[in-house]
Every structure is written in structure tokens, then in C-alpha cells.
């Protein structure tokens, strides 16, 4: 009998992504693909998976999952969320072996907005168009080409536990960045006016909840325009930040439409893409224009990060008490100088 | 056209780090959009490593790269290297023949439209279905295929506030253009005048999930309610109904 995840409770909008379609967009198709590339990477470090296996992205309130027929090894990289393995809070950002029947619980977000939930082994989905990702607007990707809904049931490309330790994510590598989103201007800075862009770029936007993983959309100050609000449509890509006749900023994310007709004013840098899968609604945003050069710098930056993703990790040894959920009531995980005294401290004295 | 709309010169337009964009002339024309098309082929072709992929519009080109692999320099360079770039010979042209339900709940701005424009819905129809349009692009989402050449006498300004749903397979008319729209309901800002049972994007048709592709010729052919009921099955065993000409220019 096959190995699955039962979907007892779905979820606010948890769907399968791996790294996304490309190549497709002159077709109209979206690249889609997990929203925070860094932790769909980190997700299936820990469980042992190559960077790009596909996963679940769970969102602001995760799903209830129950694993049939078999065992498998869990863990949820990215923002940091409740989670229960039937019934008992387990930490984020380390590995757990999830037995048959066992029903795993993950909750409300504690801080940024969306998570990947990795397998060890991956799932046991066919590709559309090269690739699981979910699009539901084009009904593509997933099991369905929409969410998960009640009932699905996930197969597991490769079940059973690994015989390998348990790992979890050290802390320093758990800091959601702040500061200003950065940004690139263009491809039509041209159609804004100097105080156009000095009000994009001076004021402070919050994140409405009308966003979603087509796009962010912004509320602040009114942009202004140079001259007509649209322009003859072009293509989009992640991070593309379009400006409406109403002057209220979209910023174009994973599930974007390939092409549209308003005007670009920037573009948010590759380094910070994932950043922007975290932003929940009402947070504040602040833009700032970086050069060209210093954004390359700052990719290959996380490009080494990606690839030297399982440096960052510890392994977990049972009955330590250097696991995620100690370092959580000790309350140390947000100040990472403090947590990486008290790591070092118990290690010394261990 | 015109060929003033034409650029001498490509104008690069910086998106982001891992993007250009290509501006090879101005507004919605037959002569700009084949330079777009003969450029995508050509860069295609030219294969310069880092290039992920190459996303031809109405007058420009998205080249999306990996700047840790290419830059965008390097990008400018190869495009320069290309240009002018020129249509290939002995290039084939396909001409598809698309049948339309018009009016009704097929196309439920048909008779608005009429009357909008004080005529009769059979002079829409007529004058719809005997235009040659032009593939301008594939966009916004699968498959949805937007022309041009459209009937001066048809240009209306898009609807104040767009459909949140209008149904697969509408054909549509929006300012100056016209469009196909694949078989997933999806938003639209457009006047419907009819559908059509052919499936612009399937994704079971793993050989070819998309029928159109910039460049193509286009003509409509009005079919009645049972024509259209006996199309659509014949679609939806995959089977791709629309007609296709191609010859060598």
C-alpha cells in the first residue's frame, strides 16, 4: 500500500512548489514556484532532498497532515510556525520522523508569513509543463492545479526514515532580514515624475490583505505619473513593481500574470525576493535604490548561501538540550548575539 | 504599417538584475512586432549561454538571464552583435482558421456592441470574421492570444470596470485589438462577441499545449450552436480543430 499525507484540514493556502516553470512565459504561462526559494532549499537540506525537490508551502495558518501507511522524516524551513506531532509542539527548522498515523499540526505563523514543509524523498507528483508547481489560475502543477483541499491524499516518492541524524537549522541562520526592500529602478522610471519616484522611494507602504502570491499590493502614498498610466504591454518578471492610475504600488511576485500594461517603476533585487514571501499583511515596507553592481553582489551571495546550505545546519542528538524548542523558551532565538552565547555556553559546559 | 515606427536602434530598459528589456519601436504594429519576432530567433539561435529565457511581447523582448552566469552588458553586446536581425528566408507562415459561436451567451456583448455602434449584430459579425489578424503575442495568462488588425469601424474602448470571469474560449475586442482566450475562465476588461470550441493552451496535449504563437495568421469563421456543440467534442478528445494553412514566404 502506498505512503501518503492525508490532508485532514487544508490550510489557509497551502500548495505544492518546487522551483517553478520556466522557459514557458511566452506562452503566458507563470513561473510560479515556491515564494521563498532559501527556504524550499533549507526545507529539504534538513530532510536530505536536492535543493528543488518539490514541497509544501504553507501559509499564515498551515494544514493538519496525517502520515498513512508509513513513516517518513519532516521539517518546515522559512517563517517559524506552531507545529504539533500529535500533539506535542515540535520547533521549526529542525528534522522530525513523522510515524504512521501520526497527525502533524502546523499552526498559526509566529513571525513573517509562509514556510516550506519538506519531505524526505519528496512527493510522487506528475509534472505539468516541466514542473509540480501549483498555479491555480492556470490550473496547473499540484494535485489538482489548485491548493490543497480536504481529503487529498500526497504519495511520497520515498518513504521510510533516513538513516541519518537529525539537523536543525543553527540559529544565526534563522534572522528574518530588515531594513529597506532594495531595488533596482526600471524598465519605466521614465513614465514617473522626479517626485513621482522621490514619493516611491521617500515614503513608507503597508502590505494589504489583498495580497497574495500573484502580487503584493501596497498602500501609501500616491504615486505620480509622468504621462499616460499605461504603456504598451511587456513582460513581468519576480519582483517587477508596477504603479496603477491609482498610484498604489503592486509588487509582482511567484504567480504574476507573464505580461501587463502599467508602467514599471523598479525592480526588487534578486537577493531580496524571499524576503517579500514573508511580508504579512499590515507590515511596512520602505524601498531603496540600490546600484546595479552591488545587487549581482548581493545574488551571488545567496546563491553560495544556497549551495552551502547544509554548512548551517547542527546535528541534533537525542536527549540534547540543544534543540530549537529549548532555545525558543529560553526566548534566545530572536536575539541571535544572545543565542549564539548561550549555544557556545552550552556546548563549553556539555 | 509604418516602418517609422521602426527603431534604428534597440533601446535597452534595465529589469532588475536578472532582466532586460528590448524596445525595438513604438506602439502596436505588424512591422514591430516582426522585428520582435525575428529577434527572439535570432538570440534563440545566437544560444548565449546564461540566457534562461527570452519572452517576446508586442514590441519588446524580456530576456531573463542569470547575472551570476551573464551580464547584462554582455546581453546589450550580443543583441548589438545581431542588429538589425534579419527574417530568415524561406520562413513558414501558418494561417489558422478559428471557428466562433457569436452572440448569445457565447458572446454577451454582441448586441451591445451593435448598438453602441448603430449597426446590425450581422455587420459586427461580418466584419469580424473577414479581417486577417496578426499574432501580436501570447500573454497575461496560457494561451490567451492577442491580434491585431482588427476593423477601424470595431475599435471601442474596454470596459470601465473589467469582468472578474468571462467565459473560456471568448473571442473578444478591446481598443484597437482583438483576442482569443484560452479554455480557463479568466478576468477581462474586453467586449465578448463570441466563443470558440478551439483550445488555444491544453496542457493534455503534451506535443503541442499551445496552438498559436507570434507571427501566425488569423481569420474567424462563424459556426452555428451545433456546429459548436460538435467542434467542442472533438476538442475536448484532443483533438485540434482549428484549421491551419502554412506556406513558405
Known amino acids: 500500500m502506498s505512503v501518503h499525507l492525508e490532508v485532514i484540514e487544508p490550510g489557509l493556502a497551502t500548495t505544492i512548489q518546487d522551483l ?3 522557459g514557458w512565459q511566452r506562452f503566458g504561462i507563470s513561473e510560479s514556484g515556491a515564494m521563498d526559494p532559501v527556504a524550499l532549499a533549507t526545507a529539504n537540506a534538513l530532510v536530505g532532498n536536492t535543493v528543488g525537490t518539490a514541497a509544501l508551502e504553507v501559509t499564515l495558518a498551515g494544514p493538519v497532515l496525517a502520515c498513512i501507511n508509513g513513516d517518513t522524516r519532516i521539517a518546515l524551513a522559512g517563517a517559524d510556525f506552531a507545529m504539533a506531532i500529535d500533539g506535542r509542539p515540535v520547533a521549526s527548522h529542525e528534522t522530525h520522523d513523522l510515524k504512521s498515523g501520526q497527525h502533524l499540526v502546523i499552526g498559526a505563523a509566529r513571525d513573517g508569513a509562509r514556510a516550506v514543509l519538506a519531505v524526505s524523498g519528496g512527493f510522487q507528483i506528475k ?51 530588515n531594513g529597506p526592500v532594495r531595488v533596482l529602478l526600471g524598465p519605466q522610471d521614465d513614465a514617473f515624475s522626479a517626485e513621482g519616484i522621490a514619493t516611491f522611494l521617500g515614503s513608507d507602504y503597508a ?23 499605461g504603456i504598451v504591454s511587456d513582460g ?4 517587477s513593481i508596477q504603479i ?10 511567484a504567480d504574476r500574470q507573464t505580461t501587463g500594461g502599467y508602467p514599471k517603476i523598479a525592480t526588487v533585487i534578486s537577493a531580496d525576493l524571499p524576503r517579500l514571501a514573508q511580508l504579512r499583511p499590515g507590515e511596512r515596507v520602505h524601498f531603496q535604490s540600490i546600484e546595479e553592481d ?35 523558551a529560553s526566548n534566545l532565538i530572536s536575539g541571535v548575539i544572545s543565542a549564539l552565547e548561550w549555544v557556545q555556553a552550552d556546548v563549553a559546559t556539555s | 504599417m509604418t516602418t517609422d515606427a521602426l527603431y534604428a536602434l534597440p533601446r535597452f530598459r534595465r529589469s532588475g538584475d536578472a532582466a532586460l528589456t528590448i524596445e525595438v519601436g513604438d506602439g502596436i504594429d505588424a512591422d514591430v512586432n516582426a522585428r520582435v519576432v525575428d529577434l527572439d530567433r535570432a538570440l534563440t539561435e545566437r544560444a548565449l549561454r546564461g540566457i534562461v529565457e527570452i519572452v517576446p511581447t508586442y514590441r519588446t523582448l524580456l530576456v531573463c538571464f542569470d547575472p551570476t552566469v551573464l551580464s547584462r552588458r554582455a546581453v546589450e553586446t550580443g543583441v548589438m552583435s545581431l542588429w538589425p536581425p534579419a527574417p ?52 497575461f495568462m496560457p494561451g490567451l492570444t492577442y491580434l491585431g488588425g482588427l476593423d477601424p469601424f470595431l475599435h471601442v474602448d474596454r470596459r ?19 483576442a482569443i482566450s484560452p479554455p480557463l475562465p479568466a478576468p477581462s476588461g474586453w467586449h465578448m462577441l463570441g466563443r470558440t470550441p478551439v483550445r488555444s493552451y491544453d496542457p493534455r496535449r503534451e506535443a503541442e499545449p499551445f496552438l498559436f504563437r507570434a507571427g501566425d495568421l488569423v481569420r474567424f469563421r462563424p459556426i452555428d450552436g451545433a456546429e459548436c456543440a460538435a467542434l467542442e467534442r472533438a476538442a475536448e478528445a484532443g483533438e485540434i480543430i482549428a484549421e491551419k494553412e502554412e506556406h513558405t514566404v
Open chain 2, 88 to 139: 530568415p528566408a524561406g520562413q513558414v507562415r501558418r494561417r489558422w482558421t478559428v471557428p466562433v459561436a457569436y452572440g448569445g451567451d457565447n458572446g454577451m456583448d454582441l448586441d451591445w456592441l451593435a448598438q453602441r455602434l448603430d449597426t446590425t449584430t450581422d455587420d459586427i459579425v461580418a466584419r469580424h470574421s473577414a479581417a486577417e489578424y496578426r499574432v501580436y503575442m501570447i500573454g
Open chain 1, 127 to 177: 509534472p505539468m509543463l516541466g514542473s509540480v508547481a501549483t498555479h491555480s489560475r492556470s490550473q496547473l502543477g499540484g494535485l489538482n492545479g489548485g491548493p490543497l483541499r480536504k481529503g487529498d491524499l500526497l504519495p511520497l516518492a520515498l518513504p521510510g526514515l533516513p538513516g541519518r541524524p537529525h539537523l536543525m537549522v543553527s540559529p544565526t541562520n534563522r534572522v528574518r532580514p
Open chain 1, 294 to 328: 552591488e545587487a549581482v553582489k548581493l545574488v551571488r551571495e545567496m546563491r553560495r548561501q544556497i549551495d552551502r546550505v547544509g554548512d548551517s545546519m547542527i546535528e541534533v542528538h537525542g536527549g540534547s538540550n540543544l534543540t530549537s524548542e529549548h532555545l525558543l
Open chain 2, 160 to 178: 470601465p470596470e473589467p469582468r472578474l470571469v468571462v467565459p473560456p474560449g471568448s473571442v473578444s475586442v478591446g481598443g484597437q485589438q482583438a
Open chain 1, 207 to 229: 502590505v494589504t490583505p489583498l495580497s497574495d502570491r500573484m502580487g503584493c499590493r501596497l498602500e501609501g502614498p500616491r504615486v505620480a505619473h509622468a504621462s499616460a498610466v
Open chain 1, 20 to 22: 517553478g516553470r520556466r
Open chain 1, 244 to 253: 496603477p492610475g491609482n498610484g498604489q504600488p503592486i509588487i509582482l511576485l
Open chain 1, 236 to 239: 513581468i518578471v519576480f519582483g
